[in-house]
């Protein structure tokens, strides 16, 4: 079984940058389709993006498209979020995912981390 830790939330300006990290152990995590997702209070859970085995597809959810980027080093087992521009709105718990079947495109993952919180200010 893959166990994952998100790493790197915090409180950041309206405008500024975080990278977040998510380190995987246990199960290979060879072949794994990799997501992130957000949960804001009082709102459900939100696809943010994925990213597939070699790195070199990804899928965004229109809200953070050309503000985030993912990517991932598989030799390290650890998967990456780039936010750039943040919101206010970007303000969530951010849970990673993996999981080994399934399309880029699915919202079906086996495995979640624990979170990490952004908190964007105004």
């Known amino acids: 079984q893959v166990q994952l830790v998100e790493h790197g939330g915090g409180l950041v300006q309206a405008g500024g940058s975080l990278r977040l990290s998510c380190a995987a152990s246990?199960?290979?995590?060879?072949?794994?389709?990799m997501g992130w997702f957000r949960q804001a209070p009082g709102k459900e859970r939100e696809f943010v993006g994925a990213?597939?085995?070699?790195?070199?597809?990804?899928y965004y959810a229109d809200s953070v498209k050309g503000r985030f980027a993912i990517s991932r080093d598989n030799a390290k087992n650890t998967v990456y979020l780039q936010m750039n521009s943040l919101k206010p709105e970007d303000t969530a718990v951010y849970y990673c995912a993996a999981d080994w079947r399934g399309s880029l495109y699915s919202s079906d993952y086996a495995i979640w981390g624990q979170g990490t919180q952004v908190t964007v200010s105004s």
């Open positions: 990213i597939g085995w070699s790195g070199a597809n990804t």
């Open positions: 246990g199960r290979t995590f060879s072949g794994s389709r």
